[in-house]
């Protein structure tokens, strides 16, 4: 979360942009290219991929060549000219997302030594640690001011913020199921859900759901329906909560087995969209808590 004194007037005035957009637009992405180049001519890369002076007295600078060679390698769709380039349909948020993560591992604040006066050159050390937390700072500063649902961490990897409702429920909730399976795959669902790939999204729901058939079993007994129906009882005595109750556990059961989530076979429907999958994970993982928040298994 942003501190109050790197906030905008209107952020502080209106609150911050909802972060639902999951494209970045070609503007934003030409004002990342201007971050990344800057730091390229200030020789923040140069940590990684040095301009060594001729007399071997160390690093100047950054090798544009060096850096430009190796992240058009490690992003092989990566346009060449990428740097100066400007597509006319925003590229894939995917590839912008691995470009910011390659920046963020290899950058640095660089520090002024030696005055070089034959080359007119500072020689530079660096502050690794000072580099990453200012470029992840400004980076995420645009991607927020753009309302973009995407963001780096402190480490510099990117991840997804996820629908706004679950965000603090996701941050914040422990489980301490009794059962460590149930807990892993809840871990699992949590991580998953929050990846740019819509691919691990639709896994993290699979996760859920897999969770969501252990949990109706956590109960003493050995009969899977007679189980359900003691958890059920312990999350509330109020008979007409506990009939919806009961008609939403059945409910998430059949989406679980119509949809792609659980099973692949032809006659599942797939969820294409992220939206789709967004609203199901909601469903699904706010029941879930409630199960095991009632239940004390939710630390």
């Not at 199921?177 to 993290?204: K, Q």
Request: hydrophobic share 40%; aromatic share 10%.
């Amino acid at each position: 979360m942003a501190k109050m004194s790197d906030l905008y007037f209107s952020d502080r005035e209106r609150g911050p942009r909802p972060r639902t957009a999951e494209v970045i637009s070609t503007t934003v992405w030409m004002a990342l290219r201007h971050l990344i180049q800057s730091r390229i001519d200030d020789g923040s890369f140069g940590f990684k991929f040095p301009d060594a002076c001729p007399d071997g007295a160390g690093p100047f600078g950054c090798d544009a060549r060096k850096f430009d060679t190796i992240v058009r390698a490690e992003i092989p769709d990566l346009p060449e000219h990428w740097l100066i380039y400007d597509p006319e349909e925003p590229l894939d948020p995917i590839m912008i997302l691995d470009v910011l993560e390659f920046c963020a591992r290899n950058v640095a604040r660089p520090v002024r030594g030696h005055f070089h006066s034959f080359f007119g050159h500072y020689h530079l050390s660096f502050e690794r640690e000072e580099g990453l937390n200012e470029f992840v700072t400004d980076v995420n500063r645009l991607l927020a001011r753009n309302g973009i649902a995407f963001e780096l961490t402190n480490e510099g990897n990117a991840i997804r913020l996820g629908p706004a409702v679950l965000r603090d429920a996701l941050a914040t909730t422990l489980f301490h199921t009794g059962d460590a399976e149930t807990d892993r795959l809840l871990e699992d669902s949590r991580r998953l859900i929050l990846s740019p790939h819509i691919e691990d999204r639709r896994h993290g729901l699979e996760k859920l759901w897999d969770a969501f058939e252990r949990i109706k079993t956590l109960e003493s007994g050995t009969d899977k329906r007679a189980q359900a129906t003691i958890l059920l009882d312990k999350v509330t005595q109020a008979p007409r909560l506990r009939s919806f109750l009961e008609n939403e556990a059945k409910e998430l059961t059949a989406i679980g087995n119509n949809l792609q989530i659980r099973h692949f076979e032809k006659t599942q429907e797939k969820l294409d969209r992220s939206e789709e999958v967004d609203y199901l994970f909601h469903r699904m993982f706010s029941f879930i808590v409630l199960l095991l928040r009632a239940t004390g298994r939710e630390g």
